[in-house]
């Protein structure tokens, strides 16, 4: 069966489709784009964070990462 072509910068496929079926190296792009949403998000959190305050936020970008169930698997 021949494999649906994946628009670029299309996000959806990562949250609605195994992992298993979608192209290696979208779920590589998907990764990096997670990794370094996650670390820009990170530097300027802990830059807004005011002396003596200690907040956990969620965030939205490593929780994408856990999604991903190749990332141990090999293909």
Request: proline fraction near 4%; charged fraction near 35%.
């Amino acid at each position: 069966m021949k494999r649906k072509k994946i628009k670029h910068n299309d996000l959806l496929p990562w949250f609605t489709m195994d992992h298993g079926t979608l192209p290696k190296v979208y779920l590589e792009s998907c990764r990096k784009f997670f990794e370094e949403i996650s670390n820009k998000r990170q530097a300027s959190s802990d830059k807004q964070q005011a002396p003596g305050v200690t907040v956990t936020r969620s965030n939205l970008f490593t929780e994408a990462l856990k999604l991903d169930t190749t990332k141990d698997r090999k293909i």
